[in-house]
Each structure stands twice: as structure tokens, then as C-alpha cells.
């Protein structure tokens, strides 16, 4: 048996080695402030274009196109905010979106609705996906941007965002993705897939945490969310983290040179996840079933709490989710499980499998075999499921 299978690299993962040596250097050694005119600082300043050039050359953008950040969230927060303000000042103040958006998403929109902006949120039906025709139905005269992410984060449904942006590209609207869970782990082209700004995390690729970068085309307005000094162009104020900077292009060098090989991995494994766990009765595979994230797997099983199942797992050594990782240690069902129109008993019970190329066929067995186990068991105290036995309707077939 696996000591520890790891299985939610949704939530983040362990970084790579290539992203660990990469880092050291800046740690010892190479520790000048990029903004000082010395030679101690010019190394700096050095490695610094360096990773922005490498960056935006692996994602099909021009370096002056990349503003480093702290991560997913700041880039999503900087990128919706900047649009709807540079809206507003033209009178738009309409924002199109989906309604399982990450947090760092959704709750910017609920802020901007409190100031005054009208949000859509577009539904992503019961298999966990939008079409470009729905985001060009709701657009408006006064449509200031529509912010779609290009995979979700739990159900792992990966969106038509080239099409999404072609719509946006002909109306002139503003267009912003969340590509978090896409970049490193899917082919991601800015220029080919129409994309105006977008979001990158490094943790989320064996990269370090606090760090990503906003990727926000020439021509496109852009507002800084902090103020102070003039680094990233005078958009984004504070001294660069160099030492994660240079770990992310690393790890994302590497992610890029092993794409289609881990694609391939991960979707192997992912099917024989799914597979097996679907055999359990009663139970649903969450999400988009074609237009899927190599490494995602999220299921609910009938009368069945997500929370104890994933206490029991934990128990074997196997790491999962439920719900998203920003709203477990909460009762309330996960909103994206609630958007794909799943009942409120159901939400509860999902569990959320996210693989890297880490994983190995040994472990999707080891979980193959315990998932089931710890379904029964529960189920076997489970008062919904007596419910069921006794003849109750169940939500899943
Ligand atoms: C993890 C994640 C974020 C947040 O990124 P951080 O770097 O942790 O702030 C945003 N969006 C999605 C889809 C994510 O999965």
C-alpha cells in the first residue's frame, strides 16, 4: 500500500525539483532589489526579464504583456476590477460571467454589484458547461467584460474560451479568464484563444504558492489594485519575488515540455478512476464528461456526506476534496456542485480526486479499492440511504 497517495493537486501541489533548484540561487546569492541601479541589483533586474520573456513566449504573449503578481487570486481581483472601472468610465457597467466561477472571481463581482454593477451569471446546466452562442445572447450595449473561466476547479469542466473570445474579439468587449487550472496542465495560447487578460497561479503546476502572474494584452487597459512603487510597469507596486518568479517559469518550462506526456498520463488515469468508481450505485460523475481536465475526477455518492467520506480517506492516506478547498470546514454544499442544478443533499457528498503527472497507476488502485469500501460503510450508517433501502427515491441512479 501507498504511504500517502496525494490526489488533490486541484488544491495545490508539490513542487518540482527543476522549480526548487531554480529557486535557491535568488535565495543565496542573487538578492538585489531589481529597482537598485548597482550591479547587485542589475543581476536581478536581469533574471527578472528574463522570466518575464520566458514566461509570455510559453503562453504566446510579448513580455511587456506579463505582470508578475502574488498569485491566482490577486490577478483575478486586478484583472475584473480594472476592466469594470476602465467600463464604467465609458458608461458600461454590465459584466458577463458563469456561475461556478472560483471565489476570488465571484466575490469581486458581488463587490462590484454592491457598487453598482449588473452581473450575469450565465448557467452551466447540469453538465457542468457554457457555448459561446450563450455568452453572445447576453451581451449588452453596455457590456463591459465577460470574465470566463477556462476550467473549473472542482467538477473540472474545461470551457469553450477560444470561441468565447472570438465573441467577445467581434463585439469589442473586454475578455478575462481564469486559466489557473489550465495553464501547465492544457494547451494555452493567448494570442490563438482570443484572451484580453488572463490569470496564472504557480502552485497549481508544482510551481511555488504566492506567486502567478496577470497576462493582460498591449492596448488593454490596465489599473493597479496596489499602490506604491513603480515595479510591473507601475501596475502592480512591491518588490518582486524574484526567487518565485524564476521557480514558476521553471516549473512552467517544464510543465510545457512535458504536456502532451502528462495530458496522456493523467486522462489514463483519470478514466480508470471514473470507471471504477462509477460502478459504485447511485453515484455521478460531476462535470463536463467530454470537455474534461486530464487530471479530474469528481463524483457524489447517494447518502453520503463528503466530509466523513473524506475523513475516512484521509484515514488510509488518501488525500482528497470536497466541495472546494476555499469552502470545506463549511456546512454549506459547494456553490459550483449547487450550479450544476445538483440537490442540496447531493452537493454535500461530492469528492473531488485531482491527479498530477505524480500519480501512479499503484495508487489509482489503492483507491480504487478503499473508495468503495468506505462508501459501504457509510452508507451503512447513513439514515438517507436506509431511507432509500426502505424503498425512498433516490437523487442518483
Ligand atoms: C487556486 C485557484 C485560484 C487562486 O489562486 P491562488 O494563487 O491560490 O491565489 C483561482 N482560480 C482558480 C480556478 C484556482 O483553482
Not at 507596486?237 to 504536456?259: D, F, H, P, R, Y
Not at 505524480?358 to 450508517?381: F, Q
Amino acid at each position: 500500500m501507498p504511504k500517502t497517495v496525494y490526489a488533490d493537486n486541484a488544491a495545490t501541489t508539490a513542487m518540482s525539483d527543476a522549480a526548487i533548484e531554480a529557486m535557491t540561487p535568488y535565495l543565496k546569492g542573487i538578492y538585489g532589489n531589481p529597482s537598485s541601479l548597482h550591479t547587485v541589483g542589475q543581476v536581478a533586474k536581469e533574471a527578472l526579464d528574463k522570466a518575464r520573456a520566458e514566461t509570455a513566449a510559453l503562453i504566446g504573449a510579448a513580455p511587456n504583456e506579463i505582470y508578475f503578481t502574488s498569485g491566482g487570486s490577486e490577478a483575478d481581483n486586478q484583472a475584473i476590477r480594472s476592466a469594470a472601472y476602465a467600463g464604467a468610465a465609458k458608461g458600461k457597467k454590465h459584466i458577463i460571467s458563469t456561475a461556478f466561477e472560483h471565489h476570488a472571481v465571484l466575490h469581486t463581482l458581488k463587490k462590484l454589484e454592491k457598487e453598482g454593477f449588473e452581473v450575469t451569471y450565465l448557467d452551466v446546466h447540469r453538465h457542468g458547461n457554457i457555448t459561446a452562442p450563450e455568452v453572445e445572447a447576453a451581451l449588452r450595449p453596455d457590456t463591459a467584460l465577460v470574465t470566463v473561466m477556462y476550467a473549473n476547479n472542482e467538477v473540472g469542466s474545461v470551457l469553450p474560451v477560444r470561441e468565447i473570445g472570438a465573441v467577445c474579439r467581434a463585439n469589442k468587449v473586454t475578455f478575462h479568464t481564469d486559466a489557473v487550472q489550465a495553464v501547465g496542465h492544457i494547451p494555452v495560447d493567448v494570442a490563438a484563444d482570443n484572451i484580453d487578460m488572463m490569470s496564472v497561479s504557480a502552485h497549481k503546476f508544482h510551481g511555488p504558492k504566492g506567486v502567478g502572474f496577470l497576462y493582460c494584452r498591449n492596448g488593454v487597459q490596465l489599473k493597479n489594485l496596489i499602490e506604491g512603487g513603480a515595479q510591473e510597469r507601475k501596475r502592480r507596486a512591491g518588490t518582486e519575488n524574484i526567487a518565485g518568479i524564476c521557480s514558476m517559469v521553471a516549473a512552467l518550462k517544464e510543465a510545457a515540455a512535458n504536456l502532451d506526456k502528462n495530458m496522456k498520463k493523467e486522462a489514463a488515469l483519470r478514466d480508470k478512476l471514473i470507471a471504477g468508481l462509477s460502478a459504485i450505485p447511485h453515484s455521478r460523475l460531476n462535470g463536463d464528461p467530454v470537455y474534461r481536465l486530464p487530471g479530474n475526477v469528481n463524483m457524489c455518492f447517494e447518502g453520503i456526506e463528503g466530509e466523513s467520506l473524506l475523513l475516512l480517506l484521509d484515514a488510509k492516506g488518501i488525500c482528497a476534496s470536497s466541495g472546494s478547498a476555499c469552502t470545506s470546514g463549511s456546512l454549506d454544499p459547494s456553490h459550483v456542485l449547487l450550479a450544476l442544478g445538483l440537490p442540496h443533499e447531493v452537493a454535500h457528498g461530492s469528492l473531488r480526486l485531482s491527479l498530477s503527472e505524480y500519480n501512479t497507476e499503484e495508487e489509482i488502485d489503492y483507491i480504487l479499492a478503499e473508495v468503495p469500501k468506505v462508501v459501504e460503510y457509510l452508507r451503512s450508517i447513513s439514515p438517507v440511504w436506509e431511507e432509500l433501502e426502505k424503498g425512498g427515491k433516490p437523487h442518483l441512479i
